[in-house]
C-alpha cells in the first residue's frame, strides 16, 4: 500500500539533545499527525495539524505543516529517557479514500 | 472514559487454522479501523466499520474479513493462516468515519507458526 517516506529510521542520541524527523509524500494532505508507540503499546496521538503552514506544540513536542502540504516536521527538544519509543507519522486527504497513510516510523533511543 | 480494548493481548496459532480478534472501541465512539503493524511494513490499513457497515477497505486478500456489532464492538476474522500474518493487529476507535482523531488499543500480537 501506499507510505509516506518517513526519516531517519532511527535516532540514538544523548539525553538532553534536541531530535529531528520528518515526513515526505508525493501526494498532497490536508491532515498531518505525529503518533508515539510505546512497546507493547498502540500508537498514541501526539499532535495533529490541520493548515498548511501550521506550527503546534505540545510541551517539548513541536510539529509543522508544510506549505507544500507535502511534509511535515516533529521535533523534540531537551529530549529525556521516557522519549524512547517508536514515532509516527500519518497523512490524511478526505479525497484519498479517507484512509490514514503511515510513515514506516522513526525509532528513538536516549542515552541517559 | 475507558479506552479502546483489544482481546486476546497475544495468540499463537498454527498454519490453517483461523482467528477472530475482538475489538471495543471508546464509549460513544461509532468507527472502528483494523490495521496489521509488522516491522518491515509498518501500519497496514485492514478495514474500517461504521454503523455496523464496512466503510473502507485496505488490500488484503479475502481470507481477512470483520463486522461490526450495534455495540460498535468489532470483531475481525482471518482463515487459513499462514506464517505471513504474525503481526500485531491494531483497532482503533474514532467518533465518526473519517475522523482523523483514531485512538488505539494495545494490539493483539498474534504468531502463527
Known amino acids: 500500500g501506499q507510505q509516506l517516506n518517513q526519516s531517519p529510521q532511527s535516532m540514538f542520541i544523548q539525553e538532553g539533545e534536541d531530535v529531528s524527523m520528518n515526513c515526505t509524500s508525493s501526494?498532497?494532505?490536508?491532515?498531518w499527525l505525529w503518533y508515539k508507540q510505546d512497546p507493547g503499546e498502540g500508537p498514541v496521538l501526539l499532535i495533529a495539524?490541520?493548515?498548511a503552514g501550521e506550527l503546534t506544540s505540545n510541551g517539548r513536542l513541536t510539529a509543522q505543516f508544510g506549505i507544500t502540504r507535502k511534509d511535515s516536521f516533529l521535533n523534540i527538544s531537551a529530549s529525556i529517557p521516557s522519549d524512547v519509543g517508536i514515532y509516527f507519522c500519518?497523512?490524511?486527504?478526505?479525497?484519498?479514500?479517507?484512509?490514514?497513510?503511515w510513515g514506516l516510523g522513526t525509532s528513538l533511543a536516549v542515552n541517559p | 472514559k475507558a479506552g479502546v480494548t483489544q482481546t486476546p493481548r497475544y495468540l499463537i496459532k498454527t498454519r490453517g487454522q483461523q482467528v477472530t480478534l475482538s475489538c471495543s472501541p471508546i464509549s460513544g465512539h461509532r468507527s472502528v479501523s483494523w490495521y496489521q503493524q509488522t516491522p518491515g511494513q509498518g501500519l497496514q490499513f485492514l478495514f474500517e466499520?461504521?454503523?455496523?457497515?464496512?466503510?473502507n477497505k485496505g488490500n488484503f486478500p479475502g481470507r481477512f474479513s470483520g463486522r461490526q456489532f450495534s455495540n460498535s464492538r468489532s470483531e475481525m476474522n482471518v482463515s487459513t493462516l499462514e506464517l505471513g500474518d504474525s503481526a500485531l493487529y491494531l483497532c482503533?476507535?474514532?467518533?465518526?468515519?473519517?475522523?482523523?482523531?483514531?485512538?488505539f488499543g494495545q494490539g493483539t500480537r498474534l504468531t502463527v507458526v
Open positions: 500519518a497523512g490524511y486527504n478526505a479525497g484519498n479514500n479517507r484512509k490514514l497513510i
Open positions: 495539524l490541520y493548515k
Open positions: 482503533a476507535s474514532s467518533p465518526r468515519t473519517g475522523s482523523t482523531e483514531a485512538f
Open positions: 501526494s498532497i494532505f490536508n491532515t
Open positions: 466499520y461504521f454503523s455496523e457497515t464496512q466503510r
